[in-house]
């Protein structure tokens, strides 16, 4: 690590991101207190990381995990709940509505040897939420998980948000992060090269993506009129422009100039596109 400076706001859901190696499992086993930074200063909720108090308040689902198998899904939550300080009570009421928020409604009593991939994941969400705890870390919660699974996770981090939770996400799924997160922090060798809200990241010009039946030296001038030309590849130019509006004028123009229109599409800066930016891939990793 390199002197990583980040800070989560609370009821916030934070993507932290980054290549294999750039730091990232490490910066939250440090704010979980399973390893101790050299140098440099850590806290959850104002306290330093290894103050039982504060780490009573933090859920955590790692990236590979493995529970006992033979417990069933609903005595793996009794057991998890009981470490928390959970009452009897409580747990009885909150057990059945955990596993509901999970999709795991009526399999609570199949033992976890019995659980799909996907089902496994799961129940780690489960208990990593079971005793309603501040913050909750999420390390790769959707990789097991088909895309109707995925959405569900997507759904119940929104969920835990509305509810005032802390999410702090490590995904290598940039597509899931820009659907859910708050805010980001762009990791890279142990530094944060790129972090804020996703519509400051992400709020640069829009994008024209034209495909037209030919492209030459007229076509190119035309544009110039309305853009910057970012790309050409084949019958198709990636055009910035100021506002997404010039779509009609410039569409009007091609037509009166001769050419075929096949397509206009507007599109921003994706996440993905800005995270390939930052952290290009070096002969050293």
């Given at each position: ?66 529970f006992h198998d033979w417990l069933t899904g ?64 999420l390390d790769e919660p959707t990789s097991a ?141």
């Amino acid at each position: 690590m390199h002197g990583l400076d980040l800070t989560v706001q609370p009821g916030e859901v934070f993507g932290f991101l980054g290549p294999n190696g750039a730091g990232k499992t490490t910066t939250v086993k440090i704010l979980l207190g399973l390893v101790a930074a050299t140098s440099g200063d850590a806290r959850l909720f104002g306290k330093p990381v290894g103050d039982a108090e504060a780490r009573r308040h933090v859920g955590y689902l790692p990236e590979n995990f493995r529970f006992h198998d033979w417990l069933t899904g609903f005595q793996l939550l009794e057991f998890h709940a009981r470490l928390a300080g959970v009452g009897v009570a409580e747990r009885r009421a909150r057990i059945p509505r955990v596993l509901d928020m999970v999709g795991l409604s009526g399999r609570g009593g199949d033992r976890i040897r019995s659980y799909s991939k996907g089902m496994t994941q799961r129940i780690g969400l489960a208990q990593a939420i079971i005793h309603e705890p501040d913050l909750v870390l999420l390390d790769e919660p959707t990789s097991a998980l088909d895309p109707v699974g995925r959405r569900e996770v997507r759904d119940l981090i929104r969920s835990l948000r509305a509810r005032g939770m802390t999410v702090f996400l490590n995904s290598h799924l940039l597509s899931e992060v820009e659907m859910v997160c708050d805010r980001v922090a762009i990791v890279d060798r142990g530094r944060v090269v790129r972090s804020g809200r996703l519509e400051e990241l992400l709020g640069g010009l829009p994008e024209l993506r034209i495909t037209v039946d030919r492209i030459d030296e007229p076509l190119l001038e035309l544009m110039t009129h309305h853009g910057r030309v970012q790309e050409v590849r084949e019958a198709t130019i990636v055009l910035e422009v100021e506002r997404v509006e010039v779509a009609a004028q410039l569409s009007e123009a091609l037509v009166r100039a001769g050419y075929c229109l096949y397509a206009m599409v507007p599109s921003h800066q994706s996440l993905e596109d800005l995270f390939v930016s930052l952290v290009e891939p070096t002969s050293d990793r």
